[in-house]
């Protein structure tokens, strides 16, 4: 169990990591979700000893290893960048941390072929990582990362380099691989998608901060405040400022949205109301009421083989919805989209999840 | 780096192009602009004039002194090998040799050795004025050797270092240390500092990293720095005349002090002047692919 209690790292004046707090248990897989610079990787070499935090402590199964180096630290890393020793062969790549530990001859062996086994190595072992594709070459430095067995594992944007195919067939392995290790598994990650198709548990950082944790659904439909939701959202959140006054809710140029009795206990003031592209609709709702229908203008239309995404101006916002299809919607044309209420998150002025969605979302 | 060596492997392909394949490029000049082939022209005519100097140098140490002076022949007329001999056999001509390849592998020696922690220093860490110091290293370049004969000359008498191997290489590591860090700081540079990051999550001590993993992949830059360090050391004269005098003297020094003493004895000297040539185009030889990323201090 690696706990994080209230670290904080600042770097030549610079804050990378803000007071995070967190615990990782074993056999867990533990995704950090944030944007580019959000301060994953900064967490990583946290974590693992790279880096000592400016303040806080790091507890490891309850011994304080704060500022203990890497070396003396049983963790293994995979970074986004292909890592691994050019003048060696893929062999002693993935042999080299056994070598170090200085392990019999015959049972080094036998751990190698059996992490490139797993990993689909086992006709490239007399090469030189340069000599494979790209996808071989992070296969051997997760192959490295294996059997160390190391009791935490990061892996740092690992499929962030590969090609769509290459990506999503490690995607669904990793998990597997590492599962029988009984390690703790970090896995950072900039995409959302992979957060939920990975499960587990996640983190989601912004600017140096967990925003939230918990199990990845969980924080997928009820994000504690609009900056997770954000970070958890790809294409971005769509975000419309309303006014409550007693019953009656409005955008800001006047139009009714029908929220009903879900924000009923709220006091009257700004909220804001958060909805992902796929709760915005071209086509009516079946719904019978709180369905919010406005004209808008089409900006921009993308079309990624079975759907459309479709960049409307709408109540002065900028939205994306998700049409099912190939749709030939051209830019400047009116259309009307459709938004069920229900599924809308509502903020607070705090910008805190005040009210949560009545049917849950579908990833 | 493979840019580097490919842009290399080109560069030794085109007068290659020019001496075998000539006839294929003046055929299309022919068919193109009609008359003479401009391009081998001009090739061959740039090879002759680089390699004249060292074909006369190789062609007068094969002569004897008689043919030397009285005739005009582009080769030797009446070949003999007799200049080479006295050299290899006369110690006062073949110690010359001896005493700078010891001097000049010394210090090419002294000077990478010191030269790998400090570029990986420069490389890796920040600490405080890093920057100037790269750069005050190099400025050490930037005074000829001559400013430092009489400080050098008094300090090793005093001390009673004149006139030994080790004086000399020591002389020149000040020319060399710089260089060979400049060199080594530009390859490490091109090395991704995860590396050295995983091998410390595999769990290696510094120096098991440095050795097994670090080392060899940057192999080309030891062999470049090596390389100019041993090429400046090798052809430095004053330095290493200065002091010298009798034990440790080098062989561009009994080169100079022939002319002024037992008269011209042509042919010895041009003998001597072409074997001091070939170190040089041996240890070229191994770093030849790497030569031009040398050149730009290791960052190309």
Redesign the interface.
């Known amino acids: 169990m690696l706990t994080l209690d209230a670290v904080s790292s600042v770097v030549d004046g610079e804050t990378h990591i803000a007071d995070v707090s967190m615990t990782l248990e074993h056999g867990t897989l533990n995704i950090l979700l944030g944007p580019t610079l959000s301060g994953k990787t900064s967490l990583m070499r946290l974590m693992a000893g790279l880096d000592a935090p400016t303040d806080g402590r790091l507890l490891f199964d309850g011994h304080d290893v704060t500022g203990v180096p890497v070396r003396q630290r049983n963790v293994a890393m995979v970074y986004q960048q292909f890592i691994n020793y050019p003048t060696l062969s893929v062999y002693e790549n993935i042999a080299s941390p056994l070598r170090v530990a200085r392990l019999p001859k015959p049972e080094i062996d036998r751990k190698v072929r059996d992490a490139a086994g797993l990993l689909r190595l086992e006709g490239m072992l007399d090469r030189t990582p340069l000599e494979l594709s790209g996808g071989q070459q992070q296969r051997t430095a997760l192959a490295r990362a294996l059997v160390k067995q190391a009791d935490l594992v990061l892996l740092d944007e690992p499929l962030a380099n590969l090609d769509y195919k290459l990506r999503e067939e490690l995607r669904a392995e990793l998990p597997r691989i590492f599962a029988a290790s009984g390690a703790i598994l970090v896995y950072a990650t900039t995409e959302p998608e992979e957060a939920l198709l990975l499960g587990g548990n996640t983190a989601t950082l912004h600017q140096g901060r967990v925003t939230q944790m918990g199990p990845t659904l969980e924080v997928y439909r009820r994000p504690v405040n609009l900056i997770t939701a954000r970070t958890f959202s790809d294409p971005p959140l769509n975000i419309l400022p309303v006014a409550k006054h007693g019953p009656t809710v409005s955008a800001d140029d006047g139009t009714v949205v029908p929220l009903g009795e879900r924000i009923a206990g709220l006091p009257d003031g700004r909220f804001t109301l958060g909805f992902r592209p796929h709760e915005l609709s071209l086509r009516p709702s079946d719904a019978a009421t709180g369905v919010l229908s406005t004209p808008g203008r089409v900006a921009v239309t993308e079309i990624t083989g079975s759907e459309s995404f479709v960049h409307v101006e709408a109540l002065g916002q900028r939205w994306v919805a998700l049409d099912h299809g190939i749709h030939e919607v051209s830019p400047g044309q009116t259309v009307t989209v459709h938004l069920d209420t229900r599924r809308c998150m509502v903020f607070d002025a705090d910008e805190r999840l005040a009210a949560e969605p009545i049917v849950a979302a579908a990833a | 780096m493979q840019q580097s060596a490919t842009t290399m492997r080109e560069g030794a392909a085109v007068p290659q192009r020019a001496a075998t394949g000539g006839t294929a490029g003046a055929v299309r000049r022919r068919t193109r602009g009609g008359g003479v082939p401009v391009k081998p022209l001009i090739l061959t005519l740039y090879l002759v004039f680089l390699l004249l100097p060292i074909y006369w140098l190789v062609s007068m140490s094969l002569k004897t002194n008689e043919e030397i002076l009285s005739t005009f022949a582009l080769w030797p007329q009446d070949l003999t090998f007799a200049n080479y001999a006295e050299i290899l056999s006369d110690p006062a001509w073949y110690m010359g040799y001896v005493n700078s390849t010891i001097y000049v592998v010394l210090n090419t020696v002294i000077s990478v050795s010191v030269a790998l922690p400090a570029a990986y220093a420069f490389s890796r860490y920040r600490f405080l004025g890093d920057k100037h110091l790269f750069f005050w290293l190099l400025t050490n370049r930037m005074a000829p050797p001559a400013v430092f004969a009489l400080p050098f000359f008094q300090l090793y008498s005093s001390i009673g270092l004149f006139d030994t191997h080790i004086a000399v290489a020591l002389a020149h590591c000040l020319f060399n240390v710089p260089l060979a860090v400049w060199i080594l700081e530009g390859f490490m540079s091109g090395v ?1 500092r ?2 050295d ?9 510094f120096p ?1 990293f440095f050795t097994r ?1 670090f080392m ?2 940057i ?1 080309p830059g030891i062999g470049v720095a090596a390389f100019f360090c041993f090429m400046f050391s090798w052809v430095e004269l004053l330095l290493a005349r200065t002091l010298t005098s009798v034990d440790a003297k080098p062989i561009a020094a009994t080169m100079t002090r022939t002319v002024s003493a037992s008269g011209l004895d042509w042919g010895v000297l041009a003998a001597a002047g072409a074997l001091t040539i070939v170190p040089g185009a041996l240890v070229i030889y191994f770093v030849r692919n790497y030569i031009a990323k040398g050149f730009a201090l290791g960052r190309v």
């Not at chain 2, 990051?197 to 001590?205: H, L, P, V």
């Open positions: 991704p995860e590396i990051e995983t091998a410390y999550i595999d769990g290696y001590s098991r993993i060899p992949l192999a």
